[in-house]
């Protein structure tokens, strides 16, 4: 099952519109559509990891962490994976290139965050070993996790550069990792914009903890590096700011909304998951940056918890999770903290309610 960075909408609209201007990236569009479509349709398969049925993998075989066993592959611009090695564990950066070099950081970045904020051994929370293969097809305009590896496209030069570029990018695919192997949120509807939503946490975390920013420091953008001068858009999505990543003729209008109010009814993207997912990441900008400080502590912790508890199922909406992160603000902090105070405002502030 893989999970991609690039929406089909956002991919169509390139399609549809970028011929007259740029041909490279339009042809480049409707080959991503094309390969990807066979995936999105079988995304109702068995999940990759069955053995879990959405409940937390068994702490007895959680550990310490004890770092990050990466391998980066080369496709050498076919699409057969893994590709060639490249660079592993240990080893000195690949001479003269960039994207190799940036998905091993990326892996490590992405470990260290989990490890050191959360305690997480890894994806799985058993040492998996974090594998990603760079140069995927020509000009290939996406990102994915297939549920063993991160595969990043070149971008066609046009639109979209590479996708290794963005830590946000390498940290919200390898979230869903995260996802599939605890509540294993189902890929539609609410729950499909709550594992969206949920995934762009995780890569802004990421992208905060590799730079040492508190939640008022942050951009709070999801792929910021990905677009090149042509477009008008600072990323593929802003969490703080639902709806203004982009307004441009190449690639349309931010869809996403940030209240409830809006919510779009959609049988697209799977029921609106990268659209709807906008109203949950509102919330957790909101929440983080009132409580204040490193966002991967407190609002983190009690998103994180909360997804690898006990409570979540695979159908789980907005309003349940919003319920379910404030029991666990009020089991880490109090009833009366400034932390559950920030998360029950940060809820109401997006029109999801909460039950006390």
Known sequence: MRHFIIPPYLLAHVADSAGDRFPRAAQAARHALRDDEPVRLARAARPRYPDFGGSVPPTALAREPRGPQRTVYDARNAEELPGFRVRAEGEPEVVEDAAANEAY?????????FAEAFGRASID??????HATVHYGEEYDNAFWDGERMVFGDGDGEIFTRFTASISVIGHELGHGVIQTTANLEYQGQPGALNESLSDVFGALVEQHSRGQDAAAASWLVGAELFTDAVEG???????EPGTAYDDDLLGKDPQPGHMDDFVQTTEDYGGVHINSGIPNRAFVLAATAIGGSAWEAPGRIWY??????SLTPTTDFATFATATLATATRLFGAE?????AVADAWAAVGVPVSE
Do not use: F, H, I, N
């Open 305 to 310: 918890e909360t997804l690898t508890g006990a």
């Open 105 to 113: 950081d990326g892996l490590g970045q992405t470990y260290a965050m």
């Open 125 to 130: 929370d058993r040492e998996m070993p974090l």
């Open 337 to 341: 903290s400034p932390e559950s105070a």
């Open 234 to 240: 600072v990323a593929l999505r802003s969490m703080k």
